[in-house]
């Protein structure tokens, strides 16, 4: 049984959960609304404003998605009540990046402009040189923030491009000078 599928999910004031018939979740809370299709192969209860999540027999497909989808359910409820965020720092002189209404546009180098539309549900702010991406879903945040740091990723010689702000990037030595005689 899986560690992380046996932990239950407390539910706080304010955010209500459904499960229809075909094991879809509902989570409503104060920042929005998000929905999950469940495996079949689980069973989903709540009770005095805890969730669980338990397998529906004792195969290997109950079991891989136990963890998971407890882990998808918490997700969901963390989104809709605190919300996700991830924050990228630019380095590199004349690199900048700027909103424009709902696009971010960036300046990194090339001698194009990269103008960048926020998808539904996410928000960035530009504060300096970090840029920030706030959303409620968890994976959606998390992958318009690597597709912006995919534009220019850092590189190792100079540090020069996206990087998560909690990111360790191992800077490379230059090439040794030749010396003349």
Known sequence: MSRIGKQPVSLP??????????????????????????????????????????????????????GLYRSLINNMVTGVTAGFEKKLQLGGVGYRAEKNGKKLVLHLGFSHTIEMEDPEGIQTEVAGNEVIVRGIDKALVGNYAAIIRAQKPV??????????????VLRKEGKAGVKKK
């Open 155 to 168: 590189e190792p010689y100079k540090g020069k491009g996206f990087r998560y702000v909690d990111e360790a």
């Open 13 to 66: 004031a304010g955010v209500e959960v459904k499960i229809s018939g075909n094991n879809v979740v509902t989570v409503k809370g104060p920042k929005g609304e998000l929905q999950e299709q469940i495996s079949n192969r689980l069973k989903i209860e709540i009770k005095d404003g805890v969730l669980t999540v338990a397998p529906d027999g004792d195969d290997k497909e109950a079991r891989e998605a136990h």
